[in-house]
Nanobody
Framework: QVQLVESGGGLVQAGGSLRLSCAAS????????MGWFRQAPGKEREFVAA????????YYADSVKGRFTISRDNAKNMVYLQMNSLKPEDTAVYYC???????????????WGQGTQVTVSS
């Protein structure tokens, strides 16, 4: 069992930055591929970014490429999402997720956090 707790969300103006953190506990997070998803009101949960167990491979949605960076610190059981040049359309609840399998873009992750709200004002 893996427990995930997100933090770092908040209100920011367009063009600003936020860094989300995901703290993992339970089984060692280095065994899991990690992802970030988001869900805006009235929309389906969508893939944002993912990172492999080793941290060597990273994957991004087209909508965030060049603006967001995912990283991890396996020694601390932490995953991060650095978000720069934020836009109002980035407003959503952001979720951290973990999975054993080697798939990244779909929502078939094994464990999910409770989410953290990100609001970008125009």
């Amino acid at each position: 069992q893996v427990q995930l707790v997100e933090s770092g969300g908040g209100l920011v103006q367009a063009g600003g930055s936020l860094r989300l953190s995901c703290a993992a506990s339970g089984h060692t997070s280095s065994r899991h591929n990690m992802g970030w998803f988001r869900q805006a009101p009235g929309k389906e949960r969508e893939f944002v970014a993912a990172i492999s167990r080793s941290g060597l491979s990273r994957y991004y949605a087209d909508s965030v490429k060049g603006r967001f960076t995912i990283s991890r610190d396996n020694a601390k059981n932490m995953v991060y999402l650095q978000m720069n040049s934020l836009k109002p359309e980035d407003t959503a609840v952001y979720y951290c997720a973990a999975r054993i399998g080697d798939s990244y873009y779909d929502r078939g992750y094994d464990y999910w956090g409770q989410g953290t709200q990100v609001t970008v004002s125009s």
